[in-house]
Protein backbone atom coordinates (compact mmCIF):
# COMPACT_ATOMS: atom_id res chain seq x y z
CA UNK A 1 0.00 0.00 0.00
CA UNK A 2 2.03 2.96 -1.09
CA UNK A 3 1.12 6.85 0.20
CA UNK A 4 -1.57 7.70 -2.50
CA UNK A 5 -3.79 4.49 -1.59
CA UNK A 6 -3.45 4.94 1.92
CA UNK A 7 -4.47 8.20 2.13
CA UNK A 8 -7.38 7.21 -0.15
CA UNK A 9 -8.26 4.08 2.02
CA UNK A 10 -9.12 6.28 4.88
CA UNK A 11 -10.84 8.87 3.04
CA UNK A 12 -9.10 11.21 1.00
CA UNK A 13 -9.26 11.90 -2.52
CA UNK A 14 -5.81 12.39 -4.32
CA UNK A 15 -6.93 12.29 -7.69
CA UNK A 16 -9.99 12.72 -9.85
CA UNK A 17 -11.82 9.27 -10.62
CA UNK A 18 -15.24 7.58 -11.14
CA UNK A 19 -17.99 9.01 -9.10
CA UNK A 20 -15.07 12.01 -8.29
CA UNK A 21 -14.65 14.43 -11.39
CA UNK A 22 -13.94 18.07 -12.03
CA UNK A 23 -16.25 20.01 -13.88
CA UNK A 24 -14.93 20.78 -17.50
CA UNK A 25 -13.24 24.08 -17.29
CA UNK A 26 -14.12 26.27 -20.34
CA UNK A 27 -17.90 25.94 -19.18
CA UNK A 28 -16.67 26.67 -15.32
CA UNK A 29 -14.84 29.71 -15.84
CA UNK A 30 -18.24 31.76 -16.94
CA UNK A 31 -20.78 29.76 -14.85
CA UNK A 32 -22.45 32.36 -12.75
CA UNK A 33 -23.79 30.56 -9.77
CA UNK A 34 -21.00 27.70 -9.98
CA UNK A 35 -20.72 24.21 -10.89
CA UNK A 36 -20.96 20.99 -8.56
CA UNK A 37 -18.22 19.10 -7.51
CA UNK A 38 -19.17 15.65 -5.97
CA UNK A 39 -16.69 13.09 -4.24
CA UNK A 40 -18.48 10.26 -4.41
CA UNK A 41 -16.16 7.52 -5.39
CA UNK A 42 -17.26 4.38 -3.97
CA UNK A 43 -20.37 2.27 -4.92
CA UNK A 44 -23.06 2.21 -2.25
CA UNK A 45 -26.52 2.57 -2.04
CA UNK A 46 -27.77 5.99 -2.39
CA UNK A 47 -29.38 8.33 -5.50
CA UNK A 48 -30.91 11.83 -3.65
CA UNK A 49 -28.36 13.84 -5.90
CA UNK A 50 -30.28 12.63 -8.35
CA UNK A 51 -33.40 12.51 -7.04
CA UNK A 52 -33.48 15.83 -5.45
CA UNK A 53 -31.53 17.68 -8.51
CA UNK A 54 -34.07 20.27 -10.15
CA UNK A 55 -32.50 20.51 -13.66
CA UNK A 56 -31.58 16.54 -14.13
CA UNK A 57 -28.49 17.87 -14.02
CA UNK A 58 -27.31 14.50 -11.56
CA UNK A 59 -28.25 11.71 -14.27
CA UNK A 60 -30.63 8.63 -13.72
CA UNK A 61 -28.86 5.93 -12.03
CA UNK A 62 -29.25 2.96 -13.60
CA UNK A 63 -28.33 1.04 -10.36
CA UNK A 64 -28.82 2.89 -7.29
CA UNK A 65 -25.35 2.16 -6.21
CA UNK A 66 -23.64 3.47 -9.49
CA UNK A 67 -21.21 6.37 -8.83
CA UNK A 68 -23.20 9.91 -9.81
CA UNK A 69 -22.68 11.36 -13.15
CA UNK A 70 -23.16 15.02 -13.86
CA UNK A 71 -23.77 16.72 -17.31
CA UNK A 72 -22.36 19.91 -16.26
CA UNK A 73 -24.36 22.01 -19.14
CA UNK A 74 -27.39 21.43 -16.82
CA UNK A 75 -25.97 22.52 -13.69
CA UNK A 76 -26.99 25.70 -12.67
CA UNK A 77 -24.84 25.51 -9.09
CA UNK A 78 -28.14 25.38 -7.22
CA UNK A 79 -26.66 23.42 -4.23
CA UNK A 80 -29.83 21.60 -3.84
CA UNK A 81 -27.94 18.35 -3.34
CA UNK A 82 -25.40 19.95 -1.30
CA UNK A 83 -28.03 20.35 1.25
CA UNK A 84 -29.62 17.06 0.56
CA UNK A 85 -26.74 14.21 0.17
CA UNK A 86 -25.78 12.02 3.39
CA UNK A 87 -22.43 11.97 2.73
CA UNK A 88 -21.37 15.72 2.58
CA UNK A 89 -19.94 14.60 -0.45
CA UNK A 90 -21.31 18.14 -2.67
CA UNK A 91 -19.63 21.35 -3.08
CA UNK A 92 -20.01 24.11 -5.41
CA UNK A 93 -17.65 26.60 -6.79
CA UNK A 94 -18.15 29.57 -8.48
CA UNK A 95 -15.24 30.99 -10.22
CA UNK A 96 -16.84 34.47 -11.48
CA UNK A 97 -17.73 35.48 -8.35
CA UNK A 98 -15.87 38.43 -6.94
CA UNK A 99 -12.64 39.63 -8.58
CA UNK A 100 -10.23 37.17 -10.20
CA UNK A 101 -8.37 36.08 -7.27
CA UNK A 102 -11.57 35.38 -5.52
CA UNK A 103 -14.27 32.20 -6.25
CA UNK A 104 -17.23 31.43 -3.76
CA UNK A 105 -17.67 27.94 -2.42
CA UNK A 106 -21.06 26.74 -1.32
CA UNK A 107 -20.11 24.02 1.59
CA UNK A 108 -22.76 21.64 3.57
CA UNK A 109 -21.71 22.38 7.08
CA UNK A 110 -23.33 19.99 10.40
CA UNK A 111 -21.32 21.55 13.56
CA UNK A 112 -21.46 24.34 15.71
CA UNK A 113 -21.49 26.72 16.31
CA UNK A 114 -22.95 27.87 13.04
CA UNK A 115 -20.44 30.57 10.84
CA UNK A 116 -21.71 34.02 10.90
CA UNK A 117 -22.26 36.10 7.84
CA UNK A 118 -19.42 38.41 7.31
CA UNK A 119 -17.41 36.77 9.30
CA UNK A 120 -13.87 35.14 8.86
CA UNK A 121 -13.18 31.31 9.18
CA UNK A 122 -11.03 28.86 8.70
CA UNK A 123 -10.64 27.03 5.36
CA UNK A 124 -9.89 23.16 5.55
CA UNK A 125 -8.72 20.89 2.80
CA UNK A 126 -9.41 17.05 3.25
CA UNK A 127 -7.04 16.31 5.52
CA UNK A 128 -8.22 19.12 7.75
CA UNK A 129 -4.87 21.16 7.33
CA UNK A 130 -6.00 25.73 7.70
CA UNK A 131 -4.94 26.17 3.97
CA UNK A 132 -6.32 29.96 4.25
CA UNK A 133 -8.89 31.85 5.34
CA UNK A 134 -12.11 32.91 4.13
CA UNK A 135 -15.30 35.11 4.74
CA UNK A 136 -18.90 33.63 4.97
CA UNK A 137 -21.01 35.54 2.82
CA UNK A 138 -24.46 33.69 3.33
CA UNK A 139 -25.54 30.79 6.15
CA UNK A 140 -28.39 29.14 4.87
CA UNK A 141 -30.82 26.18 6.05
CA UNK A 142 -32.40 24.90 2.28
CA UNK A 143 -34.17 21.84 3.65
CA UNK A 144 -34.58 23.08 7.14
CA UNK A 145 -33.36 20.10 8.81
CA UNK A 146 -30.08 21.57 10.56
CA UNK A 147 -27.72 20.66 7.25
CA UNK A 148 -26.42 24.13 6.80
CA UNK A 149 -25.20 25.29 3.40
CA UNK A 150 -22.51 28.01 3.74
CA UNK A 151 -21.39 30.20 1.24
CA UNK A 152 -17.65 31.29 1.51
CA UNK A 153 -15.55 33.87 -0.40
CA UNK A 154 -12.27 31.84 -0.95
CA UNK A 155 -8.37 32.27 -3.14
CA UNK A 156 -9.84 31.23 -6.29
CA UNK A 157 -6.51 29.00 -6.37
CA UNK A 158 -7.63 26.53 -3.66
CA UNK A 159 -10.59 25.56 -4.42
CA UNK A 160 -9.77 22.48 -5.54
CA UNK A 161 -8.08 22.00 -2.14
CA UNK A 162 -10.48 23.63 0.45
CA UNK A 163 -13.27 21.03 1.63
CA UNK A 164 -14.51 22.70 4.83
CA UNK A 165 -14.34 25.45 7.23
CA UNK A 166 -14.00 25.98 10.74
CA UNK A 167 -15.60 28.64 12.84
CA UNK A 168 -12.63 30.89 14.74
CA UNK A 169 -13.28 31.54 17.69
CA UNK B 1 -41.89 -21.27 47.45
CA UNK B 2 -42.34 -17.46 47.96
CA UNK B 3 -43.41 -15.99 44.57
CA UNK B 4 -42.13 -12.29 43.57
CA UNK B 5 -43.66 -9.36 41.79
CA UNK B 6 -47.75 -10.87 39.62
CA UNK B 7 -47.74 -13.99 37.18
CA UNK B 8 -50.44 -13.89 35.11
CA UNK B 9 -52.60 -16.35 32.65
CA UNK B 10 -51.54 -17.53 29.59
CA UNK B 11 -52.13 -14.32 27.27
CA UNK B 12 -53.37 -15.48 23.53
CA UNK B 13 -51.87 -13.03 20.39
CA UNK B 14 -51.80 -13.97 16.52
CA UNK B 15 -48.34 -12.51 16.20
CA UNK B 16 -45.72 -11.76 18.61
CA UNK B 17 -42.99 -9.70 17.26
CA UNK B 18 -39.56 -9.11 19.48
CA UNK B 19 -37.90 -6.28 19.54
CA UNK B 20 -39.24 -2.71 18.22
CA UNK B 21 -36.11 -1.70 16.44
CA UNK B 22 -36.24 -0.95 12.52
CA UNK B 23 -36.86 -4.20 11.62
CA UNK B 24 -39.97 -5.07 14.39
CA UNK B 25 -41.34 -1.64 13.69
CA UNK B 26 -41.54 -2.85 10.14
CA UNK B 27 -42.67 -6.12 10.76
CA UNK B 28 -45.52 -5.20 12.95
CA UNK B 29 -46.88 -2.12 10.51
CA UNK B 30 -46.87 -4.56 7.48
CA UNK B 31 -48.54 -7.53 9.59
CA UNK B 32 -50.82 -5.25 10.95
CA UNK B 33 -51.85 -3.55 7.81
CA UNK B 34 -52.38 -6.99 6.25
CA UNK B 35 -55.17 -7.57 9.06
CA UNK B 36 -53.36 -9.16 11.61
CA UNK B 37 -53.81 -8.56 15.48
CA UNK B 38 -49.90 -8.09 16.59
CA UNK B 39 -48.46 -8.09 20.00
CA UNK B 40 -45.08 -6.34 20.18
CA UNK B 41 -43.03 -6.77 23.22
CA UNK B 42 -39.52 -4.25 23.42
CA UNK B 43 -36.58 -4.30 26.18
CA UNK B 44 -36.11 -0.70 25.71
CA UNK B 45 -38.44 2.12 27.41
CA UNK B 46 -38.83 4.11 23.93
CA UNK B 47 -40.04 2.06 20.68
CA UNK B 48 -37.06 2.91 17.73
CA UNK B 49 -34.24 0.37 18.57
CA UNK B 50 -31.22 1.82 17.46
CA UNK B 51 -32.96 4.86 15.22
CA UNK B 52 -33.38 6.54 17.58
CA UNK B 53 -29.68 7.83 18.36
CA UNK B 54 -29.25 8.15 14.61
CA UNK B 55 -28.88 12.00 14.44
CA UNK B 56 -27.05 11.27 10.78
CA UNK B 57 -29.06 11.46 7.18
CA UNK B 58 -29.67 7.78 5.84
CA UNK B 59 -28.18 6.70 2.79
CA UNK B 60 -30.87 4.68 0.12
CA UNK B 61 -33.72 5.91 -2.14
CA UNK B 62 -36.51 7.91 -1.59
CA UNK B 63 -38.34 4.52 -0.69
CA UNK B 64 -35.99 4.00 2.62
CA UNK B 65 -36.37 7.76 3.21
CA UNK B 66 -33.15 8.31 2.31
CA UNK B 67 -31.64 12.12 3.61
CA UNK B 68 -33.74 11.92 6.49
CA UNK B 69 -31.90 11.50 9.99
CA UNK B 70 -32.72 7.93 11.78
CA UNK B 71 -34.57 9.33 14.58
CA UNK B 72 -37.08 11.26 12.18
CA UNK B 73 -37.28 7.67 10.63
CA UNK B 74 -38.47 6.08 14.04
CA UNK B 75 -40.45 8.58 14.33
CA UNK B 76 -42.43 8.28 11.03
CA UNK B 77 -42.90 4.40 11.74
CA UNK B 78 -44.45 5.54 15.27
CA UNK B 79 -46.70 7.73 13.36
CA UNK B 80 -47.86 4.80 11.03
CA UNK B 81 -47.87 2.76 13.87
CA UNK B 82 -50.69 5.51 15.58
CA UNK B 83 -52.85 4.36 13.09
CA UNK B 84 -52.59 -0.01 13.72
CA UNK B 85 -52.95 1.06 17.28
CA UNK B 86 -56.10 -1.11 17.48
CA UNK B 87 -54.19 -4.02 16.63
CA UNK B 88 -51.04 -3.64 17.81
CA UNK B 89 -50.65 -4.07 21.47
CA UNK B 90 -46.94 -2.54 22.72
CA UNK B 91 -45.49 -3.47 26.03
CA UNK B 92 -42.17 -1.68 26.37
CA UNK B 93 -39.53 -1.88 29.09
CA UNK B 94 -40.72 -6.16 28.76
CA UNK B 95 -38.01 -8.50 27.97
CA UNK B 96 -38.97 -11.50 26.29
CA UNK B 97 -36.77 -14.41 28.50
CA UNK B 98 -37.40 -17.64 26.97
CA UNK B 99 -38.93 -19.79 24.16
CA UNK B 100 -40.70 -22.99 25.34
CA UNK B 101 -40.39 -25.92 22.61
CA UNK B 102 -43.10 -28.25 23.97
CA UNK B 103 -45.66 -25.44 23.74
CA UNK B 104 -44.53 -22.59 21.63
CA UNK B 105 -45.06 -20.03 24.81
CA UNK B 106 -42.92 -17.21 25.72
CA UNK B 107 -42.21 -15.75 28.80
CA UNK B 108 -42.10 -12.16 29.13
CA UNK B 109 -40.95 -9.83 32.17
CA UNK B 110 -41.92 -6.58 32.33
CA UNK B 111 -39.39 -4.21 34.64
CA UNK B 112 -38.46 -6.71 37.12
CA UNK B 113 -41.47 -7.94 38.19
CA UNK B 114 -44.44 -8.24 36.05
CA UNK B 115 -44.11 -11.63 34.32
CA UNK B 116 -46.31 -12.84 31.79
CA UNK B 117 -46.94 -16.01 29.83
CA UNK B 118 -47.55 -15.47 25.62
CA UNK B 119 -49.04 -18.00 23.11
CA UNK B 120 -48.39 -16.24 19.55
CA UNK B 121 -49.57 -18.09 16.59
CA UNK B 122 -46.26 -16.97 14.83
CA UNK B 123 -42.92 -14.76 16.15
CA UNK B 124 -40.79 -12.38 14.27
CA UNK B 125 -37.55 -12.15 16.15
CA UNK B 126 -36.40 -8.68 15.40
CA UNK B 127 -34.07 -9.04 18.61
CA UNK B 128 -31.21 -6.95 16.67
CA UNK B 129 -27.53 -7.18 17.81
CA UNK B 130 -24.82 -6.99 20.54
CA UNK B 131 -21.89 -4.74 20.24
CA UNK B 132 -18.80 -6.68 19.95
CA UNK B 133 -15.70 -5.60 22.22
CA UNK B 134 -11.92 -6.07 22.09
CA UNK B 135 -9.59 -8.11 24.48
CA UNK B 136 -6.71 -5.54 25.81
CA UNK B 137 -4.73 -4.74 29.33
CA UNK B 138 -7.28 -2.53 31.19
CA UNK B 139 -9.98 -2.52 29.23
CA UNK B 140 -11.93 -3.06 32.56
CA UNK B 141 -11.42 1.08 33.18
CA UNK B 142 -13.45 3.57 33.33
CA UNK B 143 -13.76 5.18 30.22
CA UNK B 144 -13.30 2.14 28.05
CA UNK B 145 -16.85 1.98 26.06
CA UNK B 146 -18.76 0.31 23.74
CA UNK B 147 -19.78 2.75 20.70
CA UNK B 148 -23.82 1.84 21.23
CA UNK B 149 -23.52 2.94 25.06
CA UNK B 150 -21.69 6.73 23.65
CA UNK B 151 -24.28 7.26 21.41
CA UNK B 152 -27.19 6.47 24.06
CA UNK B 153 -25.22 8.85 26.25
CA UNK B 154 -25.08 11.35 23.91
CA UNK B 155 -27.94 11.85 21.66
CA UNK B 156 -30.22 9.77 24.03
CA UNK B 157 -29.40 11.53 27.56
CA UNK B 158 -27.27 14.31 26.14
CA UNK B 159 -24.40 13.82 28.31
CA UNK B 160 -20.99 14.23 26.36
CA UNK B 161 -19.09 11.03 27.53
CA UNK B 162 -15.58 12.90 27.69
CA UNK B 163 -12.93 15.37 26.31
CA UNK B 164 -10.97 13.31 23.56
CA UNK B 165 -12.05 9.91 22.44
CA UNK B 166 -9.81 7.32 20.72
CA UNK B 167 -12.09 5.21 18.17
CA UNK B 168 -11.38 1.82 17.86
CA UNK B 169 -12.77 0.43 14.76
CA UNK B 170 -13.11 2.56 11.29
CA UNK B 171 -16.65 0.89 9.82
CA UNK B 172 -20.17 2.92 9.85
CA UNK B 173 -20.21 3.12 13.38
CA UNK B 174 -17.13 4.09 14.25
CA UNK B 175 -16.93 6.98 11.41
CA UNK B 176 -20.36 7.65 12.44
CA UNK B 177 -19.95 8.06 16.11
CA UNK B 178 -16.62 9.82 15.65
CA UNK B 179 -18.34 12.80 13.63
CA UNK B 180 -20.94 12.66 16.36
CA UNK B 181 -18.80 13.29 19.16
CA UNK B 182 -17.43 16.07 16.79
CA UNK B 183 -20.50 17.70 16.71
CA UNK B 184 -20.91 17.47 20.62
CA UNK B 185 -18.07 18.94 21.16
CA UNK B 186 -15.71 16.34 21.73
CA UNK B 187 -12.55 15.60 20.42
CA UNK B 188 -11.48 13.14 18.22
CA UNK B 189 -7.70 12.64 18.69
CA UNK B 190 -8.09 9.06 16.14
CA UNK B 191 -9.27 6.31 14.63
CA UNK B 192 -7.42 2.74 14.42
CA UNK B 193 -8.48 0.22 12.01
CA UNK B 194 -7.15 -3.12 11.68
CA UNK B 195 -7.81 -3.07 7.56
CA UNK B 196 -6.10 -1.52 4.63
CA UNK B 197 -9.19 0.42 4.45
CA UNK B 198 -11.87 2.23 6.11
CA UNK B 199 -15.02 -0.91 6.39
CA UNK B 200 -17.29 2.10 6.28
CA UNK B 201 -18.79 4.42 3.32
CA UNK B 202 -15.76 6.14 2.24
CA UNK B 203 -17.86 9.39 2.52
CA UNK B 204 -18.01 9.08 6.19
CA UNK B 205 -14.24 8.60 6.42
CA UNK B 206 -14.11 11.93 4.15
CA UNK B 207 -16.40 13.57 6.31
CA UNK B 208 -14.09 13.31 9.35
CA UNK B 209 -10.88 13.28 7.53
CA UNK B 210 -11.15 16.96 6.10
CA UNK B 211 -11.79 18.21 10.11
CA UNK B 212 -8.23 16.69 11.21
CA UNK B 213 -9.08 13.65 12.40
CA UNK B 214 -6.21 10.65 11.58
CA UNK B 215 -7.23 7.38 10.23
CA UNK B 216 -4.71 4.61 11.47
CA UNK B 217 -5.02 1.87 8.95
CA UNK B 218 -3.23 -1.42 9.78
CA UNK B 219 -3.61 -0.47 13.45
CA UNK B 220 -4.78 -2.01 16.61
CA UNK B 221 -5.20 -0.71 20.26
CA UNK B 222 -2.33 -2.21 22.23
CA UNK B 223 -3.78 -1.19 26.04
CA UNK B 224 -5.16 1.24 27.56
CA UNK B 225 -3.43 3.46 30.53
CA UNK B 226 -4.46 4.65 33.60
CA UNK B 227 -4.83 4.35 37.13
CA UNK B 228 -8.34 4.54 38.11
CA UNK B 229 -9.66 5.63 34.59
CA UNK B 230 -8.47 5.94 31.40
CA UNK B 231 -5.79 8.32 30.92
CA UNK B 232 -4.41 7.16 27.48
CA UNK B 233 -4.11 4.55 24.72
CA UNK B 234 -1.42 2.65 23.48
CA UNK B 235 -1.83 1.97 19.26
CA UNK B 236 0.30 0.25 16.94
CA UNK B 237 1.02 -0.86 13.69
CA UNK B 238 -0.16 -4.89 12.81
CA UNK B 239 0.89 -6.83 9.88
CA UNK B 240 -0.93 -9.24 7.42
CA UNK B 241 -1.42 -11.15 10.27
CA UNK B 242 -2.82 -8.77 12.46
CA UNK B 243 0.82 -9.09 14.74
CA UNK B 244 1.97 -5.80 16.03
CA UNK B 245 5.41 -4.74 14.57
CA UNK B 246 6.89 -1.29 14.26
CA UNK B 247 6.80 1.50 17.10
CA UNK B 248 3.96 2.11 19.75
CA UNK B 249 2.19 5.38 19.71
CA UNK B 250 0.77 6.49 22.66
CA UNK B 251 -2.29 8.90 22.48
CA UNK B 252 -3.88 10.94 25.70
CA UNK B 253 -7.32 10.73 25.62
CA UNK B 254 -9.91 9.92 28.33
CA UNK B 255 -12.84 7.69 26.35
CA UNK B 256 -11.63 4.81 24.49
CA UNK B 257 -14.71 3.84 22.19
CA UNK B 258 -14.96 0.27 21.28
CA UNK B 259 -16.62 0.39 17.64
CA UNK B 260 -15.44 -3.19 16.19
CA UNK B 261 -18.75 -4.65 14.62
CA UNK B 262 -21.82 -6.64 16.03
CA UNK B 263 -22.64 -9.68 16.66
CA UNK B 264 -27.01 -11.03 15.96
CA UNK B 265 -28.97 -11.20 19.13
CA UNK B 266 -30.14 -15.18 18.27
CA UNK B 267 -30.58 -16.75 21.84
CA UNK B 268 -34.36 -17.25 21.36
CA UNK B 269 -33.61 -18.53 17.58
CA UNK B 270 -31.51 -21.21 19.22
CA UNK B 271 -34.05 -22.11 22.24
CA UNK B 272 -36.68 -22.80 19.76
CA UNK B 273 -34.47 -25.26 18.12
CA UNK B 274 -34.20 -23.43 14.55
CA UNK B 275 -31.43 -24.54 12.39
CA UNK B 276 -28.64 -21.88 12.90
CA UNK B 277 -25.37 -21.64 10.83
CA UNK B 278 -22.15 -19.73 11.47
CA UNK B 279 -22.00 -16.95 8.33
CA UNK B 280 -18.70 -14.80 9.27
CA UNK B 281 -20.01 -12.09 6.68
CA UNK B 282 -23.50 -11.61 8.55
CA UNK B 283 -20.81 -11.23 11.39
CA UNK B 284 -22.06 -14.58 13.96
CA UNK B 285 -24.56 -17.51 14.16
CA UNK B 286 -28.02 -16.88 12.10
CA UNK B 287 -30.96 -18.75 11.33
CA UNK B 288 -31.20 -20.60 8.10
CA UNK B 289 -34.46 -18.46 6.61
CA UNK B 290 -36.43 -18.86 3.37
CA UNK B 291 -37.15 -15.66 0.91
CA UNK B 292 -39.99 -14.76 3.03
CA UNK B 293 -37.47 -14.50 6.18
CA UNK B 294 -39.04 -17.94 7.55
CA UNK B 295 -37.08 -20.10 10.17
CA UNK B 296 -36.55 -23.53 9.77
CA UNK B 297 -39.32 -23.43 12.52
CA UNK B 298 -42.66 -23.35 10.63
CA UNK B 299 -44.42 -20.68 13.58
CA UNK B 300 -40.93 -18.65 13.62
CA UNK B 301 -39.44 -15.52 11.15
CA UNK B 302 -36.63 -13.35 11.74
CA UNK B 303 -35.61 -10.01 10.63
CA UNK B 304 -33.12 -6.85 10.79
CA UNK B 305 -29.74 -7.28 12.76
CA UNK B 306 -31.12 -10.80 14.17
CA UNK B 307 -30.68 -12.14 10.69
CA UNK B 308 -27.44 -10.72 9.70
CA UNK B 309 -25.78 -7.59 10.76
CA UNK B 310 -26.41 -5.14 8.36
CA UNK B 311 -27.94 -1.17 7.47
CA UNK B 312 -31.02 -0.23 9.40
CA UNK B 313 -32.73 0.69 5.56
CA UNK B 314 -31.95 -3.27 4.95
CA UNK B 315 -33.38 -4.61 8.68
CA UNK B 316 -36.91 -2.15 7.98
CA UNK B 317 -36.99 -4.12 4.31
CA UNK B 318 -36.59 -7.60 5.90
CA UNK B 319 -38.99 -6.47 8.61
CA UNK B 320 -41.64 -5.64 5.84
CA UNK B 321 -40.97 -9.25 4.33
CA UNK B 322 -41.51 -10.88 7.49
CA UNK B 323 -44.63 -9.17 8.19
CA UNK B 324 -46.08 -10.01 4.57
CA UNK B 325 -44.57 -13.51 5.37
CA UNK B 326 -46.46 -14.14 8.41
CA UNK B 327 -49.84 -12.46 7.19
CA UNK B 328 -49.69 -14.84 4.35
CA UNK B 329 -49.54 -18.35 6.66
CA UNK B 330 -52.17 -17.00 8.74
CA UNK B 331 -54.22 -16.48 5.59
CA UNK B 332 -54.91 -12.69 5.72
CA UNK B 333 -55.50 -10.57 2.93
CA UNK B 334 -55.62 -11.99 -0.74
CA UNK B 335 -52.32 -13.56 -1.83
CA UNK B 336 -52.29 -11.07 -4.84
CA UNK B 337 -51.70 -8.26 -2.47
CA UNK B 338 -48.71 -10.21 -0.46
CA UNK B 339 -46.75 -11.61 -4.17
CA UNK B 340 -46.80 -7.70 -5.54
CA UNK B 341 -45.73 -6.35 -1.88
CA UNK B 342 -43.04 -9.29 -2.19
CA UNK B 343 -42.08 -8.56 -5.04
CA UNK B 344 -41.24 -4.79 -4.36
CA UNK B 345 -39.23 -5.12 -1.02
CA UNK B 346 -37.14 -7.56 -2.53
CA UNK B 347 -36.36 -5.27 -5.11
CA UNK B 348 -35.77 -3.23 -2.74
CA UNK B 349 -33.21 -5.14 -0.73
CA UNK B 350 -31.72 -6.30 -4.16
CA UNK B 351 -30.86 -2.71 -4.73
CA UNK B 352 -29.67 -1.96 -1.18
CA UNK B 353 -27.17 -4.79 -1.14
CA UNK B 354 -25.76 -3.76 -4.81
CA UNK B 355 -22.62 -1.58 -3.65
CA UNK B 356 -19.23 -2.43 -2.62
CA UNK B 357 -20.63 -3.63 0.87
CA UNK B 358 -23.78 -5.24 -0.42
CA UNK B 359 -21.51 -7.76 -1.91
CA UNK B 360 -20.17 -9.05 1.33
CA UNK B 361 -23.78 -9.40 2.48
CA UNK B 362 -24.81 -11.19 -0.65
CA UNK B 363 -22.55 -13.99 -0.07
CA UNK B 364 -23.00 -14.16 3.32
CA UNK B 365 -26.81 -15.17 2.59
CA UNK B 366 -26.32 -17.30 0.18
CA UNK B 367 -25.24 -19.42 3.47
CA UNK B 368 -28.30 -19.55 4.99
CA UNK B 369 -30.66 -19.21 2.51
CA UNK B 370 -33.37 -21.71 1.16
CA UNK B 371 -36.24 -21.07 -1.57
CA UNK B 372 -39.18 -22.25 0.70
CA UNK B 373 -39.01 -24.69 3.40
CA UNK B 374 -40.18 -28.11 2.75
CA UNK B 375 -43.91 -28.59 3.69
Redesign the interface.
Known amino acids: ?NEKE?LF?????VEPRKGAVEPPEDLWQNKKNGLVII??????????CH??CPTGAVKPFK???DQPEIDYEKCTGCARCVA??????CFVVDLTWGDEDNALMKLPY???PVPEEGKTVDC??????SISRGKVVKVLEP?H?R?IVVHVEVPRSKVMEI??I?VVK | MRTRGKVKGLRQTEVLVIGGGPAGLSASLEAASLGCQVTLVDSDLALGGQLIKQT???????DER??T?GFKISEILLEELERYKDRVKVHMNCTATGFYREDGVVSCVIGEDEYFRIKPGKIVMATGAQERLLPFPNNHLPGVYGAGAVQTLMNVYGVAPGKRVLMVG?GNIGLIVSYQL??A?VEIAGIV?AM???GG?????????????P?Y??HTIKEALGDRVVAGAVIQEIDDRFQPVGKEIQIDVDIICMAVGLTPTCELLWQAGCEMVFVPQLCGHVAQRDLFMRTSHPDIWVAGDAAGIEEA?AAMVEGRIAGVGVARSLGKDDSSEHSKRLEEYRRRLA????????QKICQGLECCTVNEWGV
Open positions: MRNSGVLECPQRIPCNPTSDINVCPGLAEMLLNRVGEMDTRTR | HKFFGSKAGRAMQGEDRVYWVHAAKVRRMGVILRSDLRGGEVG
